[in-house]
């Protein structure tokens, strides 16, 4: 089992930056991939980045030279940082472990957190 939780959502305006985390616990073989997804009212929930465990990640092109994904070993804490925010970010963000690690877009994690709220002003 891996328990994730994640914190940092906020309501922030269009060009500004936020910095989300998830706390994981658990089997580690079962966290060999973490990702971040999203879920907006009225759209399907789109991936957004993943990281294996070699630190090779994967961003969504939607995203992709705005959102940057790390982790710390250590401290077993998963990161995304959230640049140049549009209200089309505006999301409920997720994180989530898997064991396989594909690139984003193929990623279908076995855990999820509870999920952690972003919204973005014009």
């Known amino acids: 089992q891996v328990q994730l939780v994640e914190s940092g959502g906020g309501s922030v305006q269009a060009g500004g930056s936020l910095r989300l985390s998830c706390a994981a616990s658990?089997?580690?073989?079962?966290?060999?991939?973490m990702g971040w997804f999203r879920h907006a009212p009225g759209k399907e929930r789109e991936g957004v980045a993943r990281?294996?465990?070699?630190?090779?990640?994967n961003y969504a092109d939607s995203v992709k030279g705005r959102f940057t994904i790390s982790q710390d070993n250590a401290k077993k804490t998963l990161y995304l940082l959230l640049n140049n925010l549009k209200p089309e970010d505006t999301a409920m963000y997720y994180c989530?472990?898997?064991?396989?690690?594909?690139?984003?877009?193929?990623?279908?994690?076995?855990?999820w957190g509870q999920g952690t709220q972003v919204t973005v002003s014009s």
């Open positions: 658990g089997n580690t073989y079962s966290r060999t991939c």
């Open positions: 990281i294996d465990s070699g630190g090779g990640t």
């Open positions: 989530a472990a898997g064991d396989f690690c594909p690139g984003i877009y193929h990623f279908r994690p076995r855990y």
